[in-house]
């Protein structure tokens, strides 16, 4: 097959080059050019780097980076990756859309809009369709969005659980990585030897993201899900990985060991299609008492195209009617551009690419 042209927006940014080291090599995909802010126009990649624990190809680091320019995006490429911030990410976006671009967000401007997926392929693959209700998409362009890094982490065992023993409530209090925050982040001397018990807006993106992905679709219109959420969030002097413990009360009853094999056994239509960048295991249960830990198991998945795209739980216990346990992701890999890079890979497997 012919590869499928893309663009990386925010090229220089901690989503950006997660992008660019997911894209490498990638079966379906090949990046036609790298796109930041006016300050980076000329820069190579090599220039800019950001991230630390991959070997980006010299052909990557000799790349140049332009600033935005909406009509040669959409004259090089079918595809626009998105790593761009939320105050100026969602015009573009939409610009790209209508000139013809599909594109694959990061950023939170359009998630919640009603033609637009809030897409985990494992959880809510039937979403993309919704594609099709936007006004751009008989013009080829259209929108689909990932979620905030904290809400993917725990969508996943959030979803098996629902579906398995029916949820009516979950308590989640979050440990989130800084590189969450983007780069540089938050100042080294606040959060240093330190946890910020606040991070703006997180917590209420959180609860209602988790409403639309964990919902259904009737007809056009997104149904929410009707368990309740509620959600504490800290930031941790931690690089990589969210870790998040969850406290859930199930309408039916179920044993550690019937939970432990839902989330163990738990496979979906990534798995299924055996997308490129699809876990195999898309949940990992850690039976250690003090696993799953961001030192550790931040970058767990396999195949090596899925590293960091796994889902670590562990801790996992009852007490009464409630479930307690811990859950890690990735927060750039899996909860970041490698979501968003899963959502195009199931794009091209229904054919909307
Ligand atoms: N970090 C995470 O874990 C994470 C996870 C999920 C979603 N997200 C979302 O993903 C997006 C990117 O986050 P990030 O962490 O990668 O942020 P980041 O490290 O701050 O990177 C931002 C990128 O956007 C570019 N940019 C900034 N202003 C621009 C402008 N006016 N025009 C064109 N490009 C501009 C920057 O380019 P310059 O270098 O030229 O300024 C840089 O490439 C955000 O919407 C964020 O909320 C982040």
Redesign the pocket.
């Known amino acids: 097959m012919n590869k499928i042209k893309v663009a990386v927006?925010?090229?220089?940014?901690?989503?950006?080059q997660r992008f660019v080291q997911l894209l490498e090599d990638h079966p379906y995909f090949e990046i036609s050019g790298m796109?930041?802010?006016e300050?980076?126009d000329g820069k190579r990649l090599g220039e800019?780097l950001?991230i630390r624990d991959h070997e980006f190809l010299d052909e990557s680091l000799e790349s140049r980076i332009s600033?935005?320019d909406v009509k040669e995006i959409a004259r090089t490429s079918r595809v626009a990756f998105s790593?761009?911030?939320?105050d100026?990410?969602g015009g573009i976006e939409s610009e790209l859309a209508a000139a013809g671009v599909a594109v694959f967000s990061?950023?939170?401007n359009h998630r919640m809009r009603d033609d637009v997926p809030l897409l985990i392929p494992e959880c809510n693959a039937a979403h993309l369709d919704m594609v099709r209700e936007q006004g751009s998409f008989a013009n080829g362009g259209f929108i689909v969005t990932n979620a905030?890094?904290s809400t993917t982490g725990i969508a996943l065992p959030l979803k098996v659980l629902d579906d398995a023993f029916g949820l009516e409530m979950a308590i989640a209090s979050t440990y989130q990585a800084i590189?969450?925050?983007?780069?540089p982040g938050v100042p080294s001397l606040d959060i240093l030897g330190n946890v910020i018990p606040y991070i703006r807006n997180e917590e209420e993106k959180m609860e209602i993201e988790l409403a639309k992905i964990l919902g259904s679709v009737e007809g056009d219109r997104f149904v929410p899900s009707g368990v309740q959420v509620m959600v504490n969030c800290a930031r941790v002097p931690v690089v990589d990985g969210h870790l998040e413990s969850l406290v859930l009360r199930a309408g039916k009853d179920a044993s550690v060991e019937e939970i432990v094999k839902a989330l163990e056994e738990f496979r979906a239509e990534p798995q299924e299609l055996q997308l490129p960048s699809a876990p195999l295991r898309p949940i990992i249960v850690r039976r250690e008492a003090d696993r799953p830990q961001p030192a550790l198991d931040a970058f767990a998945g396999e195949p090596a195209r899925a590293r960091g795209m796994s889902a670590v739980a562990g801790r996992i216990r009852k007490k009464e009617n409630y479930i307690k346990m811990f859950v890690l992701s990735h927060?750039?890999l899996r909860?970041?551009a490698g979501g968003s890079v899963l959502n195009a890979e199931l794009a091209v497997s229904r054919r909307l690419l």
């Open positions: 927006l925010g090229a220089t940014g901690m989503i950006g796109y930041a802010s300050r980076s800019t950001k600033a935005i790593g761009l911030p939320s100026i990410a990061n950023a939170a905030n890094c590189s969450g925050a983007g780069y927060n750039t909860g970041g």
